[in-house]
């Protein structure tokens, strides 16, 4: 029996010379160099006896070392379950504990945090730096490059990806192998993505939009990556030149236009500009169309979905719309309260089908029960509507979730961290406009009776035990929070007010 994400994505290059990622140093490396350093890895998952079906946790810095840990879970059968390199150990905790990680590769800074936590939760631990070292590296040395690849099914698990709703705890959404090499598939061909490609690669890879859709679509089509570390408006001007395509969230191409360096001549040879994870601005598209000659194509995904919509490759590229439901997706517009279809052009919620939606929440089935309906459609809680012309245009969302620079913040996590503070008796969080990165949170206290919360105070706290792009730009003292008469804050009222 095959592994099919394994054959297609990464098998299917085995002792190819052809240049695969090209870094910041000037090194390069094939795909044969690559695929070598993932069975070295997968040799030292196994010999660990972490079986196949079994869960690895990362929160490791971006790296080829980083990428190949991934290719490794793949061809050994392990779930790759990638962290936000900002999540506190606080946040590493949960994490570990409830996907029940049997090994957790993590960075020198998380370290000596997280051994009594992996000790404690019967896990394993290994370090993998910035620079490839580390105890996993150490570990690979030495082991032989090729391994006996796992087999698979394509309804295998393949990794899992933490999203939250508005209450609660982090839910882990289940990608099985054919979620993820479905949707690869899907886009490669709708963005004509192939082996001649150079994709300008400067997205974190513990995201769905750097790893499964970037790295994916690229192994896929046997193209190359410039393979940056970060967001560094130099190093995108320096290569791109070498490249031919990009993926990025509205921060990047804001800050390229502010650049004067950025020009029409730099781009021309570029074919493509993919925007996502975050809404783009009209703005920024008709500012980006008349410095380059290019329209940015914007796209619609989640966590739980990889990619749902796309403009049009060739076509009209509309701005303010995520274009058209991908092949194979079923896209519909629903009435919250029903579930019945709107008439065309109404707002409702947005709810889609096909090959790429997950499985389902880790150990919440009620959680998936309420969001994946039993005839396969999920509810995706974004709010939305369908033109005439069949364009997708996504209007808010029915949770009150705010997307920053391209990252999911959820206000309940950090008011219930304010809410704890003295003198405070409950707060609000909200996201508000912001030229970079679109939107940012702002915090609004509502102090006890006869008390003064020290903002200050508490903003230390909230950035000691929350990842840095949850803090709240600003906090404001306000008298009350608005609410309806069965008692609910009405978000709606404040984002009005403070937007």
Known sequence: MPNPLYDRLFGAHAGQDTPFLMLADGRVLSHADFLAMAARFAHVIADLGVAPGDRLAAQVDKSPEALALYAACVQAGVVFLPLNTGYTVDELTY????????????????????????????????TLNADGSGSLSDAAAGKSDSFETVDRDGEDLAAFLYTSGTTGRSKGAMLTQNNLLSNAETLAEHWRFTKDDVLLHALPIFHTHGLFVASNIMLLAGGAMVFLPKLDIDQLIEWMPKATSMMGVPTFYTRLLDDPRFTRDLAQHMRLFVSGSAPLLSDTHEKFEARTGHRILERYGMTETNMNTSNPYDGERRAGTVGFPLPGVELKITDPETGKEVPQGEVGQIEVRGPNVFKGYWKMPEKTAEELRADGFFITGDLGTLDADGYVQIVGRNKDLIISGGYNIYPKEIEMVIDDQPGVLESAVIGIPHADFGETPLALVVAEPGATPDLDAIAATVNGALARFKHPQRYEMIDALPRNTMGKVQKNQLRESYS
Do not use: D
């Open 95 to 126: 994490f570990i504990e409830n996907s029940g990680a049997a090994l957790m590769v993590c960075g020198p800074k998380r370290e000596a945090g997280l051994r009594p936590v992996a000790e404690g939760l019967g896990a394993q631990l290994l």
